[in-house]
C-alpha cells in the first residue's frame, strides 16, 4: 500500500521537473535564435512576463555584466548544458 501513494507523488514529481516555467523557455527561445556560442541568457519578469534582457557568449561575461549593475537585482541566468564528451579509457 505505501508504494501506491509514493508512486504517485513520484509521477507527480516528474511531471512538474518535465514542464519548464515560463522563464525557462523564454531563455531556451532566446538560445535557440541568438548567435552560435551563445552559452547562457538572462531573464527577468517585468509586469509578470518573463523576458530576456541579455544573452551572453560565456560565464565570464555573465559575471562581468553582474558585477558592472547592470542587471537588476532580481534576475535569472540559465545557461545550457555543457557539451560533455565521454571520457576514454587510456
Same mark, same amino acid.
Given at each position: 500500500?505505501? %508504494?501506491?501513494?509514493? !508512486?504517485?507523488?513520484?509521477?507527480?514529481?516528474?511531471?512538474?521537473?518535465?514542464?519548464?516555467?515560463?522563464? =525557462?523557455?523564454? $531563455?531556451?527561445? $532566446?538560445?535557440?535564435?541568438? =548567435?552560435? !556560442?551563445?552559452?547562457?541568457?538572462?531573464?527577468?519578469?517585468?509586469? !509578470?512576463?518573463?523576458?530576456?534582457? $541579455?544573452?551572453?557568449?560565456?560565464?565570464? =561575461?555573465?559575471?562581468?555584466?553582474?558585477?558592472? !549593475?547592470?542587471?537588476?537585482?532580481?534576475?535569472?541566468?540559465?545557461?545550457? %548544458?555543457?557539451?560533455?564528451?565521454?571520457?576514454?579509457?587510456?
Amino acid at each position: 500500500m505505501a %508504494a501506491g501513494p509514493a !508512486g504517485l507523488v513520484m509521477m507527480i514529481v516528474q511531471r512538474i521537473r518535465a514542464e519548464p516555467t515560463p522563464e =525557462e523557455r523564454a $531563455a531556451f527561445w $532566446a538560445l535557440l535564435a541568438a =548567435e552560435p !556560442g551563445t552559452i547562457g541568457a538572462v531573464v527577468v519578469k517585468r509586469n !509578470g512576463v518573463p523576458e530576456v534582457i $541579455a544573452t551572453v557568449r560565456s560565464v565570464e =561575461e555573465y559575471w562581468m555584466l553582474a558585477a558592472s !549593475g547592470k542587471l537588476p537585482h532580481e534576475h535569472y541566468f540559465f545557461r545550457e %548544458a555543457p557539451d560533455e564528451k565521454p571520457k576514454q579509457a587510456p
